[in-house]
């Protein structure tokens, strides 16, 4: 468990927030959007256990939620499985080809995994659209069931609420106590630098291979949760554009940080629904926070408020002390 | 079954004509490779707005001939001009500040920059298709049992002239040499006296010029939009990486190779996995041979 109590509270008051955010805003389009945030935060903290924590890059995770959604679609609307057992099926199996390809995608590095891996998500993405027998191709797949529970069927956004971020928040916990463990030090040994790591006995191309699996069954099982919240999925979700957005969430919340990309979710997934009037806008917005928060913010976010807090609390402190003195 | 020899000869024709139309996508693919390799050489970074370049290139022609209706000479040359502005704004405002940093930063910067210029590409010239007129007729000509439109030859005479041209840049001025220098070793370079800041810059200007000309030449038979430059790119990048990050003859055939495989496997197999096939060839290369495919035979990195 996490042993810091101050990290424990702000978990305790994040969960209390979720939990009576629907008190809020009760019914509408606006619950609908929160699931959304809800998922987009669980893709989010699976890639940043990969980019932030391991340094390895993937533009390729849209791939593994498509993974997850359309196996657990096909699965449950074509062959009538349950969705649970679909969801774990899904997972497992995302699981295996992650753990495959994990080994020679992990051995290339930098811009070569970059385009490694975007490879692999335009070929996955190519497959969702060509194999219309299966997946119903670009005009998606339809008649998904929900989640149900013993005859307590998941089907309104506000079940959905509940069912998405019960799994966020339980994720965001385990991840958060991972990456404070052994294996997340050895994680940000790789990634300030291998050699080091595998000196101090770390097995790098093992760990790197099993950070990206556990990131891509995580992206797989937010990929269920979709297909079956949404009750309809279509490739279109799960292109190289969406990859760039989940990369984008990551480097605005902050790499590395547990926080971090929940908050570049929220404001990725909220954006373009409060910017509805200038559409087309927001890829332009995107590409600029890339661009500007690498360069000027490279801690994201929740690091640059951090920062300017603890400038503000200096100021205010020598103020303080200037004005005892004085 | 009685062998009449009908069948494969139609088979043999069919993939003729295959490999013949690969020939000019293959070249496109060649120059923008030869982009990446340039500025990976010259700063060890891969530029992933080097198909927005391309992008530029198409879409820039098409506004200044329909909207201006500048001649189309003038139309090619002002939109080569203004897409090497683009690059070289851009490594200035994005890549220069960003020197010492790591690879991360870096791949993240210039997807960064690609999405911005491909949105306001978008902003400014719409979201429709485009295509410009060929440069000159469109009556296909036949060679060899084959056909092939006019179009096809230009490409594949531009893209040997700039390649010519590049080679003769790189081996025969004081400013490509000095590029390669610094493609050896950056910091013997600038221990001899190299502007090692400057060739950086050149290195950008050259690359957008290149993508911006694959982008003309190809679009009066590809069409254009404002999405074109992802895939290009991308496929540009493959054919780099099957030439070993070269920017001479390796990823020249890498990027032939590539347009011919694609070509065949598209009339051959499916068109609808005609994509997937240069990046399952891209992964291939990546997993078994990272150095590319003649590292023995081509050792020039610049």
Same mark, same amino acid.
């Given at each position: ?21 629907? &008190? ?22 699976? &890639? ?57 995608? &992990? ?69 958060? /106590? ?12 790789? /990634? ?130 200037? /004005?005892?003195?004085? | ?10 088979? +043999? ?7 013949? +139309?690969?020939?000019?996508? *293959? ?68 890549? @220069? ?93 600038? $221990? ?5 800041? @400057? ?10 010029? $290149? *993508? ?8 009066? $038979? ?47 197999? +499916? ?32």
């Amino acid at each position: 468990m996490v042993r810091d109590v101050n990290s424990l509270v702000k978990y305790a008051i994040f969960s209390s927030a979720v939990l009576l955010a629907p &008190l809020l805003f009760s019914g509408g389009y606006l619950m609908n959007v929160l699931v959304f945030v809800g998922i987009n935060t669980l893709l989010a903290v699976a &890639l940043n256990l990969l980019l932030g924590y391991a340094g390895q890059i993937s533009l390729g995770h849209a791939a593994f939620f498509g993974l997850g959604a359309y196996i657990s679609g096909v699965a449950t609307a074509t062959y009538g499985m349950n969705p649970w057992a679909a969801l774990l099926s899904a997972a497992a199996a995302v699981g295996l080809v992650a753990f495959a390809i994990g080994f020679p995608i &992990l051995k290339l590095k930098g811009h070569y995994l970059a385009m490694a891996t975007l490879g692999f998500g335009i070929i996955v993405y190519i497959v969702f659209n060509e194999t219309v027998d299966i997946t119903g191709g670009p005009s998606g797949l339809s008649g998904i069931p929900n989640f149900d529970i013993s005859g307590f069927v998941f089907d309104s956004d506000l079940k959905n609420y509940y069912l998405v971020w019960a799994v966020t928040l339980v994720t965001i916990l385990l991840s958060a /106590n991972l990456v404070n463990s052994r294996i997340g030090r050895a994680l940000r040994a790789i /990634n300030s630098s291998e050699v080091a790591a595998r000196v101090m006995g770390v097995n790098v191309s093992l760990l790197k291979v099993q950070i990206f699996t556990l990131s891509a069954v995580i992206s797989s099982v937010a990929g269920s949760l979709y297909a079956h919240t949404m009750t309809f999925i279509s490739p279109a979700s799960f292109g190289f554009n969406f990859s760039v957005e989940l990369l984008t969430m990551v480097v605005i919340g902050g790499l590395g940080s547990v926080y971090g990309p929940l908050f570049g979710a929220v404001l990725l997934t909220l954006l373009p629904e409060s910017l509805r009037a200038f559409q087309d806008y927001d890829i332009i917005v995107y590409g600029l926070l890339l661009v500007l928060i690498t360069m000027y913010m490279p801690g994201g976010l929740v690091r640059g408020i951090h920062v300017v807090t603890s400038f503000a609390r200096s100021k205010f402190a020598s103020e303080v002390v200037k /004005n005892a003195q004085g | 079954m009685p062998n009449c020899g009908c069948e494969t000869e139609t088979m +043999s024709h069919q993939i003729l004509q295959y490999a013949l +139309s690969g020939l000019s996508t *293959g070249a496109i693919y060649s120059l923008i490779g030869i982009g990446f390799a340039i500025i990976y050489n010259s700063t060890g970074i891969i530029n992933f707005a080097q198909g927005e370049f391309v992008m530029l290139g198409g879409m820039m022609t098409y506004f200044f001939l329909s909207l201006l209706r500048l001649p189309m000479l003038a139309a090619m040359c002002l939109s080569i001009l203004l897409t090497t502005a683009v690059g070289v704004v851009f490594e200035r405002l994005a890549i @220069r500040p960003l020197r010492n940093a790591n690879p991360l930063s870096l791949v993240i910067i210039t997807i960064g920059g690609s999405i911005l210029i491909r949105g306001i590409a978008m902003l400014q010239f719409g979201k429709d298709t485009h295509s410009i007129p060929a440069f000159s007729s469109n009556e296909p000509l036949v060679i060899a049992d084959a056909t092939i439109l006019p179009q096809n030859l230009w490409i594949l005479g531009i893209t040997f002239l700039i390649i010519a041209a590049n080679r003769y840049f790189f081996y025969h001025t004081i400013n490509g040499k000095a590029m390669r220098a610094c493609s050896h070793n950056r910091r013997a370079a600038s $221990l001899v006296g190299i502007g090692v800041k @400057r060739m950086v810059l050149i290195s950008f200007a050259i690359s957008s010029a $290149l *993508g911006s000309i694959a982008g003309i030449i190809t679009a009066p $038979l590809t069409m254009t939009s404002y999405d074109v430059g992802i895939m290009l790119g991308l496929k540009g990048f493959c054919a780099a990486i099957i030439g070993g990050m070269s920017s001479g003859v390796g990823t020249v055939f890498g990027g032939l190779l590539l347009g011919i495989f694609e070509s065949l496997g598209a009339g051959l197999i +499916s068109s609808g996995y005609k994509d997937a096939i240069a990046f399952i060839i891209l992964l291939l290369i990546l997993f078994i041979r990272p150095q590319g495919l003649f590292r023995k035979a081509e050792t020039e990195r610049v």
